[in-house]
């Protein structure tokens, strides 16, 4: 092959190659699947939660968002609902949405389709023993997704892959100013990215993330913006 063959060759292939990565991380990317992003309502936004439930945190921001008659959608990690089911049970009973993220929380592009249906198989078992309840949503980890993603929720036949439109990258502890900051961006119509939880320990420090919602809830409710749960949305 000449050098300008193999330069084209060397190029598309890196084309070919940032295609799929960015398909596999992008929120907005449908390379891999349909995905759900935001709410179709542009007086409505869902507010959704990852990694718990973490008793360090997740009852306070309950008690919050009752304050604002506030409804949501947690995306729970199997083993953490393991360790705390009496808090997934509560969840549900105050009439929030749970969703599937896995049972250990890993990076599903990386995986066979048999090793996914099984974190997700897990965490179903998991939510349903804790709350009586199945779910329809799963989020993947970290936002990755392959395209073997795509034919075990289809074989699943309930759950919808969920993305966000807006994220606050809440996922380390932090002062809240820089979350407040982050979440202005918020408007109607937005699925948001939240953490009450840590995918790397059973009680993460997320006050920062309560500590922003305080600031925000009050804003978005006086701005006439309503809090629907995924379920709400279709």
Avoid at 149 to 157: A, C, D, I, M, P
Avoid at 186 to 213: K, N, Y
Wanted: aromatic letters at 8%; hydrophobic letters at 45%; a positive charge.
């Amino acid at each position: 092959m000449g050098m300008l063959p193999a330069l084209a060759a060397a190029g598309g292939a890196c084309a070919v190659g940032g295609t799929l990565s960015w398909g596999a991380v992008a929120p907005s990317s449908q390379l891999f699947g349909p995905t759900i992003r935001r709410t179709g309502d542009a007086s409505a936004i869902a507010l959704t939660f990852d990694d718990g439930p973490n008793p360090a945190v997740t009852p306070a921001l309950l008690a919050l968002l009752e304050r604002y008659n506030a409804k949501a959608t947690f995306f729970l990690i199997g083993r953490h609902v393991r360790a705390f089911p009496a808090l997934a049970k509560e969840i549900a009973a105050r009439g929030h949405v749970i969703g599937n993220h896995t049972e250990t929380h890993p990076r599903l592009a990386f995986l066979p389709p048999a090793k996914i249906a099984d974190e997700l198989s897990r965490c179903d078992d998991a939510i349903a023993a804790a709350t009586g309840k199945k779910s329809r949503w799963m989020r993947p980890p970290f936002g990755f997704r392959g395209p073997q993603l795509g034919s075990v929720v289809r074989k699943r036949g309930s759950a919808s892959v969920v993305m966000w439109s807006v994220w606050a990258r809440d996922w380390k502890p932090q002062p809240p100013e820089p979350v407040i900051q982050r979440l202005r961006r918020v408007s109607g119509g937005d699925i948001v990215l939240l953490h009450d939880g840590d995918h790397r320990v059973l009680e993460g420090d997320r006050r920062h993330t309560v500590a922003a919602l305080e600031h925000w809830l009050p804003r978005w409710k006086d701005a006439g913006l309503r809090f629907v749960t995924l379920d709400e949305i279709e």
